[in-house]
């Protein structure tokens, strides 16, 4: 049995007021939740959410970690720096990143092998543009960022990795992979890991889906049998719409 995980990713969302305004509201919502919950918030929101969400479910993550302990990489965040803070998770290789700031299956990749030596938990992000789509090569595209993702990573470390698909058609879109569709693609991608792997360590990996994932379609989409849980972007940033994602079995 898989425990579904639901994670917020707030991107470029929130000041340090806001962080405590929605995760006070969130606490007491996503109280005694069947799914682990996460909020994925921005650098500068992390100490702030860190001390609310002390003693509740809810666990704390960031968006991008550097692959060096330390050095002259201006910007950058190091894996001990969220260690300290008391992240437990960290989003890797979101196409927004792979798109806007060149990060490639070898820097993914590299962050992966950073975080998980630190004790971080990636969720590794991985999806198909809408051309790759049209062009029937979502396949070869899943194929290509999985061994990618994943060059070095043994068994063992799946206990602590996360995937989200992530449609990039679907993000921020208000277009959502119709059910049927995201865990046909979730198969590919978790077959894939048992090529790399074997089917058991397989069928134990938690794979999310991300996308315009929002209440009125959360509990379709988590009632596939492949799909383990979401990435939630935009709904994630109301305290009442992330804790319905959260909760999707009540609805
Ligand atoms: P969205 O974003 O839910 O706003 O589509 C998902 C994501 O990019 O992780």
Same mark, same amino acid.
Request: charged letters at 25%.
């Given at each position: 049995?898989?425990?579904?995980?639901?994670?917020?990713?707030?991107?470029?969302?929130?000041?340090?007021?806001?962080?405590?305004? =929605? +995760?006070?509201?969130?606490?007491?919502? @996503?109280?005694?939740?069947? *799914? &682990?919950?996460?909020?994925?918030?921005?650098? #500068? /929101?992390?100490?702030?959410?860190?001390?609310?969400?002390?003693?509740?479910?809810?666990?704390?993550?960031?968006?991008?970690?550097?692959?060096?302990?330390?050095?002259?990489?201006?910007?950058?965040?190091?894996?001990?720096? =969220? +260690?300290?803070?008391?992240?437990?998770? @960290?989003?890797?290789?979101? *196409? &927004?990143?792979?798109?806007?700031?060149?990060? #490639? /299956?070898?820097?993914?990749?590299?962050?992966?092998?950073?975080?998980?030596?630190?004790?971080?938990?990636?969720?590794?992000?991985?999806?198909?543009?809408?051309?790759?789509?049209?062009?029937?090569?979502?396949?070869?595209? =899943?194929?290509?960022?999985?061994?990618?993702?994943?060059?070095?990573?043994?068994? &063992?470390?799946?206990?602590?990795?996360?995937?989200?698909?992530?449609?990039?058609?679907?993000?921020?879109?208000?277009?959502?992979?119709?059910?049927?569709?995201?865990?046909?693609?979730?198969?590919?991608?978790?077959?894939?890991?048992?090529?790399?792997?074997?089917?058991?360590?397989?069928?134990?990996?938690?794979?999310?889906?991300?996308?315009?994932?929002?209440?009125?379609?959360?509990?379709?989409?988590?009632?596939?049998?492949?799909?383990?849980?979401?990435?939630?972007?935009?709904?994630?940033?109301?305290?009442?719409?992330?804790?319905?994602?959260?909760?999707?079995?009540?609805?």
């Amino acid at each position: 049995m898989r425990k579904p995980i639901i994670a917020g990713n707030w991107k470029m969302n929130n000041t340090i007021a806001a962080t405590k305004a =929605l +995760v006070t509201d969130l606490i007491p919502l @996503v109280k005694g939740a069947k *799914s &682990e919950v996460v909020i994925c918030t921005p650098y #500068t /929101d992390l100490a702030t959410a860190a001390e609310l969400v002390k003693g509740t479910n809810i666990h704390l993550g960031a968006e991008n970690v550097h692959w060096a302990e330390s050095g002259a990489f201006t910007g950058e965040i190091s894996a001990d720096m =969220l +260690v300290e803070l008391g992240v437990e998770y @960290v989003i890797i290789g979101h *196409s &927004e990143r792979r798109q806007y700031f060149g990060e #490639t /299956d070898e820097t993914v990749n590299k962050r992966v092998k950073a975080a998980l030596a630190k004790g971080l938990k990636p969720i590794i992000c991985v999806g198909e543009t809408l051309e790759q789509r049209e062009k029937n090569r979502v396949k070869s595209v =899943l194929k290509k960022q999985t061994i990618g993702a994943f060059q070095d990573v043994t068994e &063992e470390d799946l206990a602590n990795i996360v995937i989200a698909y992530e449609p990039v058609w679907a993000i921020g879109t208000g277009k959502t992979a119709t059910a049927q569709d995201a865990n046909d693609t979730i198969k590919i991608i978790r077959n894939q890991i048992a090529k790399l792997y074997n089917r058991k360590a397989a069928n134990k990996l938690r794979i999310q889906y991300g996308g315009s994932m929002k209440p009125a379609n959360a509990a379709e989409l988590m009632a596939m049998k492949e799909i383990d849980g979401g990435l939630i972007g935009g709904a994630s940033l109301k305290a009442a719409d992330f804790a319905k994602i959260v909760k999707y079995y009540e609805a």
